[in-house]
């Protein structure tokens, strides 16, 4: 089983400033087939990147998802208020499929 | 509009069973994979189990392996988690979620909004 760790657990920045959020894999992610989530207090998860750097659809070009192998990163620029939640790591490139901890993001 | 609703939670005792039931719309449900997930309160994502398009191959967390079956039904766009001898640790927000792909083995781009379940003497 691949094990994702991502750092830090939680971040405290204020709007307009940069997140980089990051998800390092316990082996080597096939394929690149590690996707970040955002999921707000009592609601479901959304996907926002898939296959390590793909914006899903509808997501802003402030998100933006980078890495491969063991090191993924999640960069959000120009933070908003609304983008206060906690972001998951998937990889979906072996079975079984696993997540993250979470890193919980903080907007000031 | 794409949608996926969960239905079937609720409070049930240890070692008994439940049935969770997905209902799809506004996408060819068929020609999807479709997966379970689930959240223990306060805690982070699970991945519980996967069924491919046409429902030949399924695959489980370790976690639930020989309790919980996965199924569909094509024809109704309905989804399932037959969940059996629950235990506590059970109890978690179920979510079922579509994925890219038909196999399964894809990023998950559509959720429903999750239904509980408890499981408590």
């Known amino acids: 089983e691949i094990v994702l760790t991502q750092s830090p657990g939680t971040l405290s920045l204020s709007p307009g400033e940069r997140a980089t959020l990051s998800c390092r894999a316990s082996q080597s992610v096939s394929s690149n087939y590690l996707a970040w989530y955002q999921q707000k207090p009592g609601q479901a998860p959304r996907l926002l990147i898939y296959?390590?750097?793909s914006r899903a659809t509808g997501i802003p070009d402030r998100f933006s998802g980078s890495g491969s192998g063991t090191d993924f990163t999640l960069t959000i620029s120009r933070l908003e208020p609304e983008d206060s939640a906690v972001y998951y790591c998937q990889q979906y490139g072996s079975s079984p499929i696993t997540f993250g901890q979470g890193t919980r993001l903080e907007i000031k | 509009q794409v949608h996926l609703v969960e239905s079937g939670g609720g409070g049930v005792q240890p070692g008994r069973s439940l049935r969770l039931s997905c209902a799809a719309s506004?996408?060819?449900?068929?020609?999807?994979?479709m997966h379970w997930v689930r959240q223990a309160p306060g805690k982070g994502l699970e991945w519980v189990a996967v069924?491919?398009?046409?429902?030949?191959?399924?695959y489980y967390a370790d976690s639930v392996k020989g309790r919980f079956t996965i199924s569909r039904d094509n024809s109704k766009n309905m989804l399932y988690l037959q969940m059996d001898t629950l235990r506590a640790e059970d109890t978690a927000v179920y979510y079922c979620a579509k994925a890219k792909t038909s196999s399964g083995s894809h990023a998950f781009d559509i959720w429903g909004q999750g239904t509980m379940v408890t499981v408590s003497s």
């Open positions: 296959g390590a750097s």
């Open positions: 506004g996408f060819t449900f068929s020609s999807y994979g």
């Open positions: 069924l491919s398009f046409e429902g030949s191959n399924k």
